[in-house]
């Protein structure tokens, strides 16, 4: 699996932006596909995830109602809707693709085989 990282950019606290992560290769009902975030100094955390068998997504507990990942299989893409934006958004944002990810996985990044270039988050104060 092949992954494309797009958007990401600057915008000021509050804002909104939008990630996408284009994808390519074998996928099949048990892929799972997530973003996850690190920044500087920082290590990786998890930040949402969607199962392709359920469309539902997952979320950390610190974008939870801000976030929301969706999937539009007509065009191969996997999209991190960034709302209400906070400083502490701040990092790098890659996306992560795994086949035969389980639903207690879907957090850990070690789950996920496939990574894409990662793309920056910057929110101003």
């Known amino acids: 699996v092949q992954l494309q990282a797009s958007g990401g950019g600057l915008v000021q606290a509050g804002g909104s932006l939008r990630v996408s992560c284009a994808y390519s290769?074998?996928?099949?009902?048990?892929?799972?596909m997530g973003w996850f975030r690190q920044a500087p100094g920082k290590e990786r955390e998890f930040v949402a995830a969607i199962r392709f068998s359920t469309y539902y997504g997952y979320y950390a507990d610190s974008v939870k109602g801000r976030f929301t990942i969706s999937r539009d299989n007509a065009k191969n893409t996997v999209s991190l809707q960034m709302n209400s934006l906070k400083p502490e958004d701040t990092a790098v944002y890659y996306c992560?693709?795994?086949?035969?990810?389980?639903?207690?996985?879907?957090?850990?990044?070690?789950?996920?085989?496939?990574w894409g270039q990662g793309t920056q988050v910057t929110v101003s104060s």
């Open positions: 290769g074998r996928t099949s009902r048990s892929t799972g």
């Open positions: 992560a693709a795994g086949n035969g990810i389980i639903l207690s996985a879907v957090t850990e990044g070690t789950a996920y085989d496939y």
